[in-house]
């Protein structure tokens, strides 16, 4: 039942600017035997997300770059096809961080169990896994929204935005999504509910947002930098909090860009800014992911995702996805869902 | 004793860049009589501050802007010279808003009466009052510092600058100041006991800064802003915290200059920057005081002071002030210390 051999996609060199797929080669490599402990998983889902950019720089960031020649990192969900590990058995589903790759060996202690009665298992590399847990955490911990507060999320209709907005209104807010073209401001709108959105791709951002924000902006969730964010700042509220998750529209850019300094309105309004990272909270990832498995259950929580079939497409779809092509959380899908 | 007549300095109008004296106007008025309550206050000193550029334009900031030919504003220390308030007789003396001007009226409610025996009364409008409050809670509430952390000061030589500085040598932290030119240095140094000073002016700023701080920036009190903060936001450690204090380097631009966009390296380094204004923290003002006033009576605390006399050289000061012309905090002496 088990090949020879399987894909996966490594990062062939680093691209200066915009990735190519050139940058990525696809390889077949010899299927792996599990040594003592080991899992030997094939993957379903693989998920692409924008961090990964960061990944293929010379320079580590907050974690360590991928090397030449190396798999390309990421998240994925798959199924236990051998394990010599007791805590995981074949058919298991599993939720780990293998890799862009159909099959991936794991010393099974950073492979978490997935419940499937939960929710359909691609969730666990999108709402119920790392993109819900950093809008959980972003908004909770670092945005603290509070009722008839009006909340901004950029990128409104990606993996994180889709979800920040719609807890945000869960709890209250006034929820202004900003999104790029007709369809996706639709969907934020008509679909997950939002009481507004604005198109940046509309050319009117700085007018459109204004007047989406009658009453100012209380917590700016911001996944996206550049000049969407500098159409906010100027409507930041006195002592709103800005949850920086990520900044986009700089990632393929070799140095920063130059963009109007921002500081000193910050001063006199108390802005509070912070950068985080999701596992940071990754202790607190349990209760919330049981949170919002309830409210995915329920039908308060919707998500939206875009998935794409064969590894030998994960390069193209990765550019897209910095290139806000993608419509929903973007994954890989390279085989059939296990029967349950 | 009381003359006929005293003079105060207002905006003449609103300055498009850099203010000029001819921006201000000094007036002679008539002296005022104190009606039910009120306290008429002889200024001594007259506090000069970065802050009051921002009271000079259109568009209110945190507060309202002062009108054309309305007084300018500012702190004061001054001695009662008649009072119709039980809280207050001749002869006390008194901290208070009441502008640039040689003698005001007050309801009494926003005095607050200087115990003289504490330090010179000069310091209440120096390192006992709002610049060393800025400095106080600025720091240790929104900068945090822990012992053996790095934290760097922007204008270090300056009012706010000085005091964090110390406070946070006090506190067991390597304290790195950024000062412009040789004098302010070598005070910055030799004087207040930084460990280590870095000299924007000298041309090697990226370098210097980065060779002052072997193990990174945890803490960083920006008062600038602009090329001097953009040196700063690369040394930044994981988890560091920037206090907004000010920006001086915008306060005469019309509108944002441009910078690189520094967000993207503050999400994976979980960078913290808060704006703040000192007022926030007045509840809690006075232990801080107290605790502030043994540490200068004890010497662990020096301050250093730049009195310019007259209250007709307060424009000309002022706009030496927002181009880093003084040496400390810079006062406007308008007459004799009243005898103890």
């Known amino acids: 039942m088990i090949p020879k051999s399987y894909r996966q996609v490594v990062l062939a060199r680093r691209p200066p600017g915009e990735p190519a797929e050139s940058d990525f080669r696809v390889e077949e490599v010899a299927m792996p035997v599990p040594g003592t402990n080991e899992v030997l998983v094939r993957v379903v889902y693989m998920s692409l997300d924008p961090y990964m950019r960061g990944r293929m720089r010379e320079q580590a960031s907050y974690a360590k770059p991928v090397g030449i020649g190396e798999v390309m990192e990421g998240g994925t969900v798959g199924e236990v096809v051998q394990s010599n590990n007791p805590a995981f058995k074949a058919g298991d589903v599993v939720e780990g961080r293998l890799g862009w790759r159909e099959y991936g060996l794991s010393p099974g202690h950073n492979l978490r169990l997935i419940d499937r009665t939960l929710a359909p298992i691609s969730t666990a590399n999108g709402i119920l896994g790392m993109p819900g847990m950093t809008a959980w955490f972003g908004l909770y911990e670092i945005g603290q929204p509070k009722p008839g507060e009006t909340v901004v999320v950029s990128a409104a209709s990606g993996a994180v935005g889709q979800t920040v907005g719609q807890l945000a209104k869960i709890s209250g807010c006034r929820v202004v999504g900003i999104a790029g073209g007709a369809k996706k401001c639709a969907f934020v709108k008509d679909e997950l509910g939002f009481d507004a959105v604005v198109d940046y791709k509309a050319g ?137």
Chains 1, 2 share one sequence.
């Not at 070799?254 to 509070?272: A, H, T, Y």
């Not at 049981?290 to 259950?297: F, K, N, T, Y």
């Not at 959380?329 to 349950?340: A, S």
């Open 204 to 340: 009117r951002l700085d007018a459109d947002l204004q007047a989406a924000c009658p009453n100012g902006i209380d917590v700016y969730f911001d996944n996206v930098g550049g000049t969407v964010t500098d159409a906010v700042i100027p409507l930041l509220n006195f002592w709103a909090r800005v949850p920086l998750c990520g900044s986009i529209s700089a990632y393929n850019a070799e140095k920063p860009e130059m963009g109007p300094r921002l500081l000193w309105p910050m001063v006199g309004r108390r802005v509070r800014m912070q950068g985080f990272i999701v596992s940071d909270f990754a202790p607190f990832f349990d209760p919330a992911r049981r949170r919002m498995g309830d409210l995915v259950r329920s039908g308060l929580l919707k998500y939206k995702e875009d998935i794409v079939e064969g590894i030998e497409r994960a390069p193209r779809a990765f550019i897209g996805l910095l290139r806000g092509e993608n419509f929903g959380k973007l994954q890989v899908k390279l085989g059939p869902e296990p029967g349950k």
